[in-house]
């Protein structure tokens, strides 16, 4: 009697899990208390540099709405499959609850429920043939979810605009510099479940890739499983959860920003056969009409823009278009916009 392994799941040989992985130890550790703005904003610079993946603490985000988001998202994945599917996602609208996402053509090992933070209003073109919809899905059950998600997203939105205020002035510009491409954001939260896997050897929770907007503020449980692609040697490292810490990636957007200075690091989840485990990441992402290219402070003679503007609204639609179900065709990327 052997075990029986879904096929969707199986990663190529060359992108599995190895049994045994290295704690990261190295990923920086930022303490947002420090009161010396320019040594904040210089520690904050140097693990976007190095890393593009480090883990903050003190960061002001009230504890107890984290606690209280864990907790209705709990309470949301153990409810029976059909009713979690009365929030699903559908072709034109990305949000709401999905159990069949791929990231680059495999299936991942997990259950989503995707909710943004500002609802868009309805005159406003997303992108440019007006197919992108972002009308949020609350489901009736747990009693105070929705509540529960306002009330993080606006703490969580500050925690955003500060890191965006350092990362600015690690680059040398005036602090605010970016916050206008965040008038009609299009960020957006996430809920991850990732139920135990008979084979973690196997299949992955959501297989490598980086985060396409500009920033990821990233809650995770205890159990453990986020491996990120260390960039010195190339080996993948476990993210050692750190309790009422959050995880902050740069994303692709900052990455084409700042004209390579900062690199969005590759990361991936790994599962295990015993612990569900669960996440909730922030994905702070600009406005729909924004050109993405890279910042003209820092584009000069000697570094020349290394890539060639895009429009966020319609990256980030086909980019959730091909995960929505198995294509052909390779995922968008930022290298698709690369200078020669
Ligand atoms: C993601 C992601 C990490 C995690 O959803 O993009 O990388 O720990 N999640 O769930
Ligand atoms: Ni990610």
Known sequence: MGLEVDHAFVQAPEHRPKPT??????????????????????????????????????????????????????????????????VKRDEVNPLGYYDTEHTKNVRDWKEVFDF????????????????????????????GFKEACKEYAKGVEELAFKLLELIAISL????????????????????????????????LGVGRHKDAGALTILYQDDVGGLDVKRKPDGEWARVKPIPNSFIINVGDI????????????????????????????????????????PLEELVDDERPARYEEYNWGNFF????????????????????????
Not at 119 to 134: A, F, Y
Request: with cysteine; hydrophobic share 35%.
């Open 172 to 203: 040398d510009l005036p602090t605010k510099r970016l916050h206008g491409f965040f008038a009609d954001q299009t960020s957006f939260i996430r809920f991850n479940y990732y139920p135990p896997c008979p084979y973690p050897d196997l299949a």
């Open 116 to 143: 943004v933070v500002v609802e868009p209003s309805d005159d406003l073109p997303l992108d440019g043939d007006g197919s992108l919809v972002l009308k949020n899905k609350w489901p009736q059950h747990p009693p």
């Open 317 to 340: 639609k086909t980019r959730k278009d091909s995960n929505f179900k198995k294509l052909e065709v390779e995922n968008i990327q930022i290298s698709h916009f690369k200078k020669a």
């Open 21 to 86: 992985i290295s704690e990261a130890g190295g990923i920086p550790l930022v303490d947002l208390s420090a009161s010396d703005l320019p040594a904040l904003a210089a520690a904050v610079g140097a693990a976007c540099r190095d890393w593009g993946f480090f883990q903050v603490v003190n960061h002001g985000v009230p504890r107890e709405l984290t606690e209280r988001l864990a907790g209705v998202e709990r309470d949301f994945f153990a409810l029976p499959k059909e009713e979690k599917r009365k």
């Open 254 to 293: 900052i990455q084409v920003w700042s004209n390579d200075r900062y690199e969005s690091a590759e990361h991936r989840v790994s599962v295990n056969s015993e612990r569900e485990r669960f996440s909730i990441p922030y994905f702070f992402n600009p406005a729909s009409n924004v050109m993405v290219k």
